[in-house]
């Protein structure tokens, strides 16, 4: 995908889409896109992490001890908790289809947040809404 | 003291000196942007973590031996054949540098040395001059000569968002180490001998601990690379850099 098209894409996640075509160029400059095959782990719970991903095409299952805990699929993204608090990750992230992501390094993350303090506040709402998901799915169950 | 605090990440590529035990060979990553050192693990290790090589600014090498340059046939490979980016690679070394670059890419790569092979994008060469301070990118380094068995050796000090570091490259004890580490906020410093041990190309512990006692007071932050071993006790005021471990550093910068 080339970078007018990410652009694009980006604009339409709610996380980018106050962010300004400027800005999301120099964040693409650093970035690598990734594609893998359905089943690939692309996250591993535990291990430590460097990057934020944000699902260009394709879905994915957050599992956790065998456990499906969601399903992420276009303009979703993972990894963001690590970028704040660089601890390991919480949870594997595996492939549920070919997919393919937009990898940003923490660092480029943090950079980008600086500047644009907004992209920090969309992540948190979807931070909150998905800390009511599971505080909702634990009382059910 | 007033002004703003600035952090920069430092992430260790590898650890480990020319004998590794397993671990990748010592490569530093700061900024996202500055690569210390060029060992052929580099560049497997930028894309294991998801890092474009194009992200580089700037490549210090400290010396031309194997575990410190023998990376470079394979980065220009990825500017040759993967990575297009407007602006140019610093590559920074010591007298040679240009020309064993050339010689290693011809040997490593026989037939993509053509004119219409060659890489997307620019590498500059900055062969360094001892102690006389040049730009590079957006920073001011200077060179200074490390003592490691009469080869041109350096170890660079450098200046990365108001973070003040010095990189020592692979050295044996001399006075230059107290020059290059002095008021820094930061120093990258090979310890090849986590062990007493005589070595006049490289530091041991001893040297290593009088290193960490002199920049005590000027509140540098030490960390160790090049390591034959993972040290097997730790030393107060030094990191131990970890294969693959990402490290926070920061000053006030002055204003």
């Given at each position: 995908m080339d970078n007018a098209k990410i652009i694009e894409a980006l604009k339409k996640t709610p996380i980018f889409a106050k962010t300004t075509e400027e800005s999301l160029g120099t964040?693409?400059?650093?970035?690598?896109q990734k594609?893998?095959?359905?089943?690939?782990?692309?996250?591993?719970?535990?291990?430590?992490?460097?990057?934020?991903?944000?699902?260009?095409?394709?879905?994915?299952?957050?599992?956790?001890?065998?456990?499906?805990?969601?399903e992420l699929g276009k303009g979703s993204f993972f990894g963001e908790l690590s970028v704040i608090d660089g601890a390991p990750r919480t949870a594997d992230v595996v492939a549920k289809t070919e997919i393919t992501c937009l990898v940003i390094s923490q660092w480029a993350m943090r950079g980008t947040i600086t500047t644009h303090p907004?992209?920090?506040?969309?992540?948190?709402?979807?931070?909150?809404?998905?800390?009511?998901?599971?505080?909702?799915?634990?009382?059910?169950? | 003291m007033g002004g703003t605090l600035s952090r920069v990440p430092l992430l260790c590529l590898g650890s480990a000196a020319a004998l590794s035990d397993g671990r990748s060979w010592n490569s530093t990553l700061v900024d996202g942007r500055i690569l210390l050192d060029l060992p052929p693990t580099a560049v497997i290790n930028l894309r294991r973590h998801d890092i474009l090589p194009a992200a580089?600014?700037?490549?210090?090498?400290?010396?031309?031996?194997?575990?410190?340059?023998?990376?470079?046939?394979?980065?220009?490979l990825e500017y040759t054949l993967r990575c297009a980016r407007e602006t140019p690679l610093?590559?920074?070394?010591?007298?040679?540098?240009?020309?064993?670059?050339?010689?290693?890419f011809?040997?490593?790569?026989?037939?993509?040395?053509?004119?219409?092979?060659?890489?997307?994008?620019?590498?500059?060469?900055?062969?360094?001059?001892?102690?006389?301070?040049f730009r590079v990118a957006d920073l001011t380094v200077a060179a200074t000569p490390m003592s490691h068995f009469g080869l041109q050796a350096f170890g660079y000090r450098f200046t990365c968002r108001g973070v003040r570091f010095a990189y020592t490259g692979d050295t044996g004890d001399c006075c230059e180490i107290d020059e290059l580490t002095r008021d820094?906020?930061?120093?990258?410093?090979?310890?090849?001998?986590?062990?007493?041990?005589?070595?006049?190309?490289?530091?041991?512990?001893?040297?290593f601990t009088r290193l960490l006692e002199a920049v005590r007071p000027q509140g540098t932050r030490v960390f160790a690379t090049h390591m034959s071993v993972p040290p097997?006790?730790?030393l107060e005021g030094a990191t131990f850099c970890e294969d693959g471990k990402l490290y926070w550093v920061e000053t006030r910068q002055r204003v």
């Open positions: 964040l693409l400059k650093v970035a690598i594609t893998v095959q359905a089943g690939t782990k692309i996250v591993e719970k535990g291990q430590s992490g460097l990057g934020f991903y944000l699902i260009l095409d394709g879905a994915a299952d957050v599992m956790s001890g065998g456990k499906k805990l969601a907004e992209i920090a506040l969309s992540m948190l709402e979807e931070l909150v809404r998905r800390l009511r998901a599971m505080d909702e799915a634990r009382t059910k169950g | 580089l600014d700037v490549v210090f090498i400290s010396h031309l031996h194997a575990d410190h340059a023998f990376g470079l046939p394979f980065l220009q610093y590559v920074v070394g010591p007298p040679g540098l240009r020309e064993q670059s050339e010689v290693l011809r040997l490593a790569w026989p037939g993509l040395g053509r004119a219409e092979l060659m890489p997307k994008r620019r590498v500059e060469y900055v062969e360094v001059e001892p102690r006389r301070e820094v906020d930061v120093a990258i410093v090979e310890l090849t001998h986590p062990v007493p041990k005589s070595d006049p190309g490289h530091l041991d512990i001893a040297r097997a006790v730790g």
